[in-house]
T-cell receptor, first 111, second 112 residues
Framework: GQQLNQSPQSMFIQEGEDVSMNCTSSSIFNTWLWYKQDPGEGPVLLIALYKAGELTSNGRLTAQFGITRKDSFLNISASIPSDVGIYFCAGQRYTGNQFYFGTGTSLTVIP | DGGITQSPKYLFRKEGQNVTLSCEQNLNHDAMYWYRQDPGQGLRLIYYSQIVNDFQKGDIAEGYSVSREKKESFPLTVTSAQKNPTAFYLC???????????FGQGTRLTVV
């Protein structure tokens, strides 16, 4: 299957700090999605991106569709304890293709 | 309440037994999916269905079977042929194949 590399694999940050994570691939994608998964639950969609260069925000979260179409970025500003969880990227290469998921970035916020 | 319901939340089975995981959605979505999640790994696609009475294998279909007799329901059977069945199983649905998917709460299957 298609490989999506997420980094970092895990992060430990202080409450109030900003967070950045990314997702990269060797292939071009036409759609990028970002999900958050709480322990023992299903992933919840945070942001969807459909156009190269697109920058979309959802509250304290901002995601960008990379210009090369081979990467995407997620930033969280002023982190809070409930931001704890695993963040997954997902990408679709072309219409009709399946969505591939990255391996996730585990975020721990220290109060 | 619209959403995707997976049941049960936890399931224990003895090795060699088939087990069926339930997934129901009332979102009127055409497409439904089953993913497997192992610790430290991303989601891997087992099977997907774009429409009633049709389904396709994903990347790791061996040892699994599905049916799509109704639009709302997409049950997954983990057969005894699946070598490492213990995992967290996630069902999802989307309006169509190209739209973002929404997930259920998952079923954690433990085979002993």
């Amino acid at each position: 299957g298609q490989q999506l590399n997420q980094s970092p694999q895990s992060m430990f940050i202080q409450e109030g700090e900003d967070v950045s994570m990314n997702c990269t691939s060797s292939s071009i994608f036409n759609t990028w999605l970002w999900y958050k998964q709480d322990p023992g639950e299903g992933p919840v969609l945070l942001i969807a991106l459909y156009k190269a260069g697109e920058l979309t925000s959802n509250g304290r979260l901002t995601a960008q569709f990379g210009i090369t179409r081979k990467d995407s970025f997620l930033n969280i500003s002023a982190s809070i304890p409930s931001d704890v969880g695993i963040y997954f990227c997902a990408g679709q290469r072309y219409t009709g293709n399946q969505f591939y998921f990255g391996t996730g970035t585990s975020l721990t916020v220290i109060p | 309440d619209g959403g995707i319901t997976q049941s049960p939340k936890y399931l224990f089975r003895k090795e060699g037994q088939n087990v069926t995981l339930s997934c129901e959605q009332n979102l009127n979505h055409d497409a439904m999916y089953w993913y497997r999640q192992d610790p430290g790994q991303g989601l891997r696609l087992i099977y997907y269905s774009q429409i009633v009475n049709d389904f396709q294998k994903g990347d790791i279909a061996e040892g699994y079977s599905v049916s799509r007799e109704k639009k709302e329901s997409f049950p997954l059977t983990v057969t005894s042929a699946q070598k490492n069945p213990t995992a967290f199983y996630l069902c999802a649905s989307s309006i169509d194949r190209d739209s973002e998917a929404f997930f259920g709460q998952g079923t954690r299957l433990t085979v002993v």
